[in-house]
């Protein structure tokens, strides 16, 4: 019980055990969890985040950049992604916009939701902090935040040129 609270509720039974076992103690993992459910200890984990794959191959959008990353000057590929990070007891999302020649964050936006607004506050903070580049080519993945009508406009409205991967590259 002190192990648990001194460590805000999280540890797990095998936490438990581990942690026990490192100060000697000799006891197995279905008796840390048989002691929990006793004293009523219940692991506070993370739940799991609510991230849509995209389902549906997009032919319609090619993979233009086809791991060609070596790029010659700023401001030609850009790409983008999603990720998700645990903070104060529920999941965030982190779109994020590199530019590929430095390799560099250009642009990102954080959200409680995954969704197109996400990707396109990222790509509007991108666009704007540098310059309003022209000529771009912007690659991802085949998220459905990046096929989603709401993005291709975005990108249609700066003149910039879609690439997707292909399926699981």
């Excluded at 840390?32 to 609510?50: C, D, F, N, T, Y």
């Excluded at 032919?59 to 060609?68: C, G, H, Q, V, Y």
């Excluded at 309003?132 to 989603?148: I, M, R, T, V």
């Amino acid at each position: 019980s002190e192990l648990f609270t001194r460590y805000r509720s999280a540890p797990g039974s095998r936490t438990i055990m581990a942690m026990m076992q490192e100060e000697g103690e000799q006891i197995g993992r279905f008796k840390v969890r048989r002691l929990m459910r006793e004293l009523a200890l219940i692991s506070k984990q993370p739940g799991s985040h609510a991230y849509k794959k995209a389902t549906v191959e997009r032919p319609d959008i090619p993979n233009t950049l086809n791991r060609a990353f070596d790029v010659e000057a700023p401001n030609q590929v850009w790409c983008g992604d999603i990720t998700y990070v645990w903070a104060q007891g529920k999941w965030h999302y982190l779109a994020v916009v590199l530019d590929l020649y430095a390799r560099r964050v250009v642009g990102w936006a954080l959200s409680e939701k995954p969704d197109a607004d996400l990707v396109v506050k990222a790509l509007d903070v991108a666009y704007e902090q540098r310059g309003k580049p022209q000529g771009l080519l912007f690659h991802s993945d085949q998220g459905s935040q990046y096929g989603s009508r709401q993005f291709r406009q975005r990108l249609w409205r700066y003149r910039i040129r879609q690439s997707m991967s292909r399926r699981g590259n």
